[in-house]
């Protein structure tokens, strides 16, 4: 039922900053736990942080943490990522999604937990 839709990526500097952005769909964005995923060429789909219902916990991988902030605003159905210090290999194409799951240890270890994904915002680093 919800659909997603990610903005903001773009080409930056080593060391610089991008915000991205992920705009949902429904009056029932705040009964799913949201996430960021990133694939880069010739790499598997990892995650990169996820944020609770309310926005009351967020979970980071190791390679963002202290990097990156996930924030949500449910009165907007929206749902951010600031990145920075950003580094070359953070360059990939990054993914919002959704997801009804309850367990964050599910939902942070597992792509399989979300249903419904966006369609991706390229972010590139130069270096």
């Known amino acids: 039922q919800v659909q997603v839709a990610e903005s903001g990526g773009g080409l930056v500097q080593d060391g610089g900053s991008l915000r991205l952005s992920c705009a949902a769909s429904?009056?029932?964005?705040?009964?799913?736990?949201m996430g960021w995923f990133r694939q880069a060429p010739g790499k598997e789909r990892e995650f990169v942080t996820a944020?609770?219902?309310?926005?009351?916990?967020?979970y980071y991988a190791e390679s963002v943490k202290g990097r990156f902030t996930i924030s949500r605003d449910n009165a907007k159905n929206t749902v951010y990522l600031q990145m920075n210090s950003l580094k070359p290999e953070d360059t990939a194409v990054y993914y919002c999604?959704?997801?009804?799951?309850?367990?964050?240890?599910?939902?942070?270890?597992?792509?399989?937990?979300?249903?419904?994904w966006g369609q991706g915002t390229q972010v590139t680093v130069s270096s």
């Open positions: 999604a959704a997801t009804s799951s309850r367990d964050s240890s599910y939902y942070t270890a597992r792509s399989r937990a979300y249903e419904y």
């Open positions: 429904g009056r029932t964005f705040s009964n799913y736990a």
């Open positions: 944020i609770s219902r309310i926005g009351s916990r967020s």
